[in-house]
Nanobody
Framework: QVQLVESGGGLVQAGASLRLSCAAS????????MGWFRQAPGKAREVVSIINWRGGATYYADSVKGRFTISRDNAKNTVFLQMNSLKPEDTAVYYC????????????????WGQGTQVTVSS
């Protein structure tokens, strides 16, 4: 059974940085995309960033471009999200997920979601 464990969230002030980590276990994770999504209170879950297996292809939501960086360590089955210049509107629960294929930006193409980690940015 696949298990994803996110960590690294917290309460920070605007302009600060956080680094989220997501460790996956339970199966072989080759040739699949991994992604970060977020959900703010009262809003739908949205994609934040996606990375393919080899790391050569990445996607960022317009709202985080230039501030967030996704990376992965396949040897450790871990994906990271470096978040810089955080804004209050980044406040949400952040989830990582494993894709069914090596590339997609659609949440419906991702399964095996983690439990989420809270990120709160104060103004």
């Amino acid at each position: 059974q696949v298990q994803l464990v996110e960590s690294g969230g917290g309460l920070v002030q605007a302009g600060a940085s956080l680094r989220l980590s997501c460790a996956a276990s339970g199966r072989t994770f080759s040739s699949i995309a991994m992604g970060w999504f977020r959900q703010a209170p009262g809003k739908a879950r949205e994609v934040v960033s996606i990375i393919n297996w080899r790391g050569g292809a990445t996607y960022y939501a317009d709202s985080v471009k230039g501030r967030f960086t996704i990376s992965r360590d396949n040897a450790k089955n871990t994906v990271f999200l470096q978040m810089n210049s955080l804004k209050p509107e980044d406040t949400a629960v952040y989830y990582c997920a494993i894709g069914f294929t090596d590339w997609s930006t659609e949440p419906s193409d991702f399964g095996s979601w983690g439990q989420g980690t809270q990120v709160t940015v104060s103004s």
